[in-house]
């Protein structure tokens, strides 16, 4: 679904599966942690109602644990309450590929493909209570690849609603060609001390769409735009 403006805000919401299933998070997590000691239980944002309409998506989110957004993932969202929302940055370059990346073995999705996201947090809200997802998809985009958006008009958003999650898809058209930005990626990757991602992974037609490590958002939006392309 298109939407081209996203208004999201911070609201005070009491999460009854969190707090009922608490015990059973905690144990979760500590068996997660005990595979990839990197993880780290801080503060996320979720999503708790939205509404989209005259395209604009209009979202209401509130503070979790990221134990419990682990918990509800690996269960297969067993409360349908809420979502698991999440910004993304699409990156293309100027000949027309699309760039993913592969999650490093360190981190909670190691060896899943998909577009430089986060799940949004605290950093994210201002002092009026209004969440920037849009910040918060390129901050990810800078921090895992070390590209800036170019300056131009706003692209709008793509939403892509899977089960328990919805990701926020925000194109960003690149000015270089694929090989030049490959090489500043791999220039960025090769300066970071554990860089979150272990590798690129370039999409231009259906058959380098990849079931087994894309997400099924990453590839009905990739299966569409291809398409349209064609």
């Known amino acids: ?54 395209g604009v998506l209009t979202a209401e989110l509130f503070e979790a644990e990221y134990a419990a957004l682990t918990a509800l993932k690996d269960w297969g969202f067993p409360d349908g309450t809420v979502l698991n929302v999440f910004a993304a940055a699409v990156p293309r370059t100027r000949d027309g590929a699309f760039l993913l990346g592969e999650m490093g073995p360190h981190t909670a999705a190691a060896g899943r493909v998909y577009f430089p996201c986060g799940t ?67 220039a960025h990757l090769a300066a970071e001390a554990e860089p979150e991602l272990s590798a690129i992974v370039v999409v231009r037609r259906d058959s380098d769409l990849d079931p087994a490590r894309m997400p099924a958002f990453v590839r009905h939006y990739l299966a569409r735009v291809l398409a349209e392309d064609a």
């Open 120 to 186: 949004p947090d605290p950093t994210d809200i201002d002092p009026d209570g209004r969440v920037d997802l849009a910040a918060s998809a390129l901050r990810e985009l800078h921090e895992e690849t070390g590209l800036l958006a170019p300056q131009g008009p706003d692209p709008g958003w793509v939403i892509v609603r899977d089960g328990g999650l919805m990701a926020l898809l925000r194109p960003v058209q690149l000015d270089e060609d694929e090989a030049t930005v490959r090489g500043r990626i791999a």
């Open 1 to 54: 679904m298109p939407a081209r403006r996203v208004e999201a805000r911070m609201v005070a919401h009491d999460w009854p599966w969190a707090r009922d299933s608490r015990a059973a998070i905690q144990a979760h997590w500590e068996a997660r942690r005990a595979a990839r000691p990197a993880m780290f239980n801080g503060t996320v944002l979720m999503l708790r109602r939205f509404d989209l309409a005259d």
